[in-house]
């Protein structure tokens, strides 16, 4: 039931941020980032929750703990990333949302390269 009421917040958000909007256009961004504060909030219990998952899982499989780590920071940053966007969407800012996911994009990218260079030791390891 968790969800009905993030759609709740997020619907009560939405309508607050349009009668904001024409009354005080200055704080239409303050209305939105509050509601969105409010149900990251309301997640974080889950995300925990999803965390305590994948570290059983890894202890069970034995896999590099690094390599977990470097999983959730890329989901964590995919999540932020479009969070950042669709706020600074929200306010108009189409050209820096852009480069917001430009830069998930990359660090993304950095966050992955010690798995792909372990990826290619082990494809080496392998040829002939």
């Known amino acids: 039931m968790e969800f009905v009421k993030i759609i709740g917040i997020g619907f009560i958000t939405c309508f607050a941020g349009l009668i904001v909007k024409q009354i005080k256009p200055e704080f239409f961004i303050v209305v939105i980032l509050c509601g969105c504060v409010a149900i990251l909030l309301m997640l974080v219990n889950q995300i925990n929750d999803i965390v305590k998952y994948f570290s059983s899982i890894i202890n069970k499989t034995n896999v590099d703990y690094s390599v977990f780590q470097i999983i959730l920071k ?15 969407c929200d306010a108009g800012s189409h050209s820096i949302a852009d480069k917001i996911v430009i830069a998930g994009k990359v ?3 950095c966050l992955i390269l010690p798995i792909v260079t372990k990826l290619i030791d082990a494809i080496i390891e392998f040829l002939p």
């Open 74 to 88: 890329v989901m964590g940053v995919s999540y932020l990333t479009e969070f950042a966007s669709s706020i600074c």
């Open 107 to 109: 660090t993304i990218l």
